[in-house]
């Protein structure tokens, strides 16, 4: 939130000045949608939407929200209500995965590595090596920066478990395995060290940085 605010008072200060805010209203609006999507999307699926599973009738729900004013909710059963309001624009959250019965999952279980044999290398000196694999795993998208990963998650569509490797959805299967990454992002660590080897180097190499992933001890990384 505190980009969101200085945003906010940037804004405030340039038009007291006389100058263009066009820019910045721009990001703005594309920060609003970050945190509706991340942080609000989330809540309104996991509260609301099954209270609303004994409506049996498609309708619209509009929120109409107003700083400092009490929320308003409007109804709508005209599905296409959208197209005539010309910014809008549809949110959502990452569709839930389907899994196999545990019986039809049987012949693609995962080979477990050690848990604490990676390490990764960045450039600036720093070292990630100490905790199990999967602490190891989050620290590092955390430290090249969660949006960033992200992008390349959607665009190359990278998943573990058939689960988006960062999403906005707890998976009804995996959910154990994925761990919060903040502002409603969601990391799965449903693999094993070579998988996470193999994932952190896309990442890196999509990015254009000078990582390096270490596995000890692990054969099948050597």
């Known amino acids: 939130m505190s980009r969101l605010s200085d945003l906010y008072k940037a804004i405030e200060t340039m038009r007291r000045e006389g100058l263009s805010t066009e820019d910045l209203e721009r990001k703005v609006s594309l920060a609003e949608e970050e945190i509706i999507k991340k942080e609000i999307l989330p809540v309104l699926t996991q509260n609301i939407e099954p209270a609303l599973q004994q409506v049996k009738r498609e309708l619209v729900l509009v929120v109409d929200y107003q700083p400092g004013h009490p929320l308003t909710v409007h109804i709508s059963r005209k599905r296409n209500f959208t197209a005539e309001i010309p910014d809008a624009k549809e949110i959502v959250q990452d569709p839930p995965v389907e899994h196999g019965s545990r019986k039809q999952d049987k012949d693609i279980k995962i080979k477990r590595s050690a848990p604490h044999d990676m390490a990764v290398f960045f450039p600036d000196g720093t070292m990630i090596g100490e905790g199990t694999a999967a602490e190891i795993l989050t620290e590092t998208v955390k430290k090249i920066g969660v949006e960033r990963v992200r992008k390349i998650v959607e665009e190359e569509k990278l998943t573990f478990s058939k689960v988006p490797v960062i999403s906005n959805r707890r998976d009804a299967k995996y959910g154990g395995k994925q761990r ?29 940085l000078d990582i390096r992933v270490v596995l000890k001890n692990d054969k099948e990384g050597k």
């Not at 990391?187 to 180097?201: C, G, L, V």
């Open 180 to 208: 919060d990454l903040g502002n409603g992002w969601l990391i799965i660590t449903h693999s094993n060290n070579k998988t996470k080897k193999a994932f952190i180097e896309k990442i890196a190499q999509r990015l254009n």
